[in-house]
T-cell receptor
Framework: KAGVTQTPRYLIKTRGQQVTLSCSPI?????VSWYQQTPGQGLQFLFE???????NKGNFPGRFSGRQFSNSRSEMNVSTLELGDSALYLC???????????????????FGAGTRLSVL | AQSVTQLDSHVSVSEGTPVLLRCNYS??????LFWYVQHPNKGLQLLLK??????LVKGINGFEAEFKKSETSFHLTKPSAHMSDAAEYFC?????????????FGPGTRLSVLP
């Protein structure tokens, strides 16, 4: 089974531009989560999508947005890039149970290799 | 609200000696706990998970962790370190207080293994 695939692996942008990152989850997984990893802030949760709906959102400004398609692939968009947006962006997929609640927490998240974004 | 504390930002051990990476958590609900490892320029790989079954959890590559509710701890151990264990280790807590996935990562512990 193929793992989580993130494209592109590396990206260089300038301040003020926008960027779109892509994530293809493991086949059959319907939940996709996005994280930002920086040396100063560590790993921070951005948002989670399930069946094309945003389920959870972290504490990031509205410049960060995402969406999920019917095939569970997800994209993340950052508009009006700032220097501080330079980071490794990680995507994770999981296969939640049919019910919410505790079954959600138990599901393992499988991570992609990430997209390293540099903003100049 | 959930939170995770990893007490050591950096741990250095000699090859063949035991490894102990400490993790304490805070959660309003019965948590699920995970340890992930990240090698340089790589994604995160799951080492092991605790989800309210046995309190002593065995993972891959000889790692184990013990869930101690009274101490709110989930320390990661390995009897004998190998050079390939050098990496960043993250303790993660997830509860079902919110509908959907809600992983909270600790700040990470960098493990160095000396020859």
């Amino acid at each position: 089974k193929a793992g989580v695939t993130q494209t592109p692996r590396y990206l260089i942008k300038t301040r003020g531009q926008q960027v779109t990152l892509s994530c293809s989850p493991i086949s059959g997984h319907r939940s996709v989560s996005w994280y930002q990893q920086t040396p100063g802030q560590g790993l921070q949760f951005l948002f989670e999508y399930f069946s094309e709906t945003q389920r959870n959102k972290g504490n990031f400004p509205g410049r960060f947005s995402g969406r999920q398609f019917s095939n569970s692939r997800s994209e993340m968009n950052v508009s009006t890039l700032e220097l501080g947006d330079s980071a490794l962006y990680l995507c994770a997929s999981s296969s939640p149970g049919l019910a919410g609640g505790e079954s959600w927490a138990k599901n393992i998240q499988y991570f992609g290799a990430g997209t390293r974004l540099s903003v100049l | 609200a959930q939170s995770v504390t990893q007490l050591d930002s950096h741990v250095s051990v000699s090859e063949g000696t035991p490894v102990l990476l400490r993790c304490n958590y805070s959660s309003s609900y019965s948590p699920s706990l995970f340890w992930y490892v990240q090698h340089p320029n790589k994604g995160l790989q799951l080492l092991l998970k605790y989800t309210s079954a046995a309190t002593l959890v065995k993972g891959i590559n000889g790692f184990e962790a013990e869930f101690k509710k009274s101490e709110t701890s989930f320390h990661l151990t390995k009897p004998s370190a190998h050079m390939s264990d050098a990496a960043e280790y993250f303790c993660v807590v997830s509860d079902h207080g919110n509908y959907g996935q809600n992983f909270v990562f600790g700040p990470g512990t960098r493990l160095s293994v000396l020859p």
